[in-house]
Nanobody, 120 residues
Framework: QVQLVESGGGLVQPGGSLRLSCAAS????????MGWYRQAPGKQRELVAY???????KYADSVKGRFTISRGNAKNTVYLQMNSLKPEDTAVYYC??????????????WGKGTLVTVSS
């Protein structure tokens, strides 16, 4: 079993910034990729960004140039720096990890989510 713990969500004004953090722990042999998804009320969950163990990144078109995903010095951590935030960025943000689990093999794990609200 693997646990993902997110932090950093909150209320911010349009044009402001937030930094989300996620830390993975548990029965981890390796992590192939970590990423962030978000879900707004009445909408499907969508990919925001991900980063692989090799450092490759991908972003949703809606956040390119504004958001940056990175891995921490502790390898089982990932960050999402969000700049120039817009009201349409308001959503619950979920951390995701593609993990080689010691017990189950290749598995996807999800955090509980952290709420980001962009409003004046």
């Amino acid at each position: 079993q693997v646990q993902l713990v997110e932090s950093g969500g909150g209320l911010v004004q349009p044009g402001g910034s937030l930094r989300l953090s996620c830390a993975a722990s548990g029965s981890i042999f390796s992590i192939d990729a970590m990423g962030w998804y978000r879900q707004a009320p009445g909408k499907q969950r969508e990919l925001v960004a991900y980063i692989t163990s090799g450092g490759s990144t991908k972003y949703a078109d809606s956040v390119k140039g504004r958001f940056t995903i990175s891995r921490g010095n502790a390898k089982n951590t990932v960050y999402l720096q969000m700049n120039s935030l817009k009201p349409e960025d308001t959503a619950v943000y979920y951390c995701n990890a593609a993990v080689w689990d010691n017990d189950y093999g290749g598995m996807d794990y999800w955090g509980k989510g952290t709420l980001v609200t962009v409003s004046s």
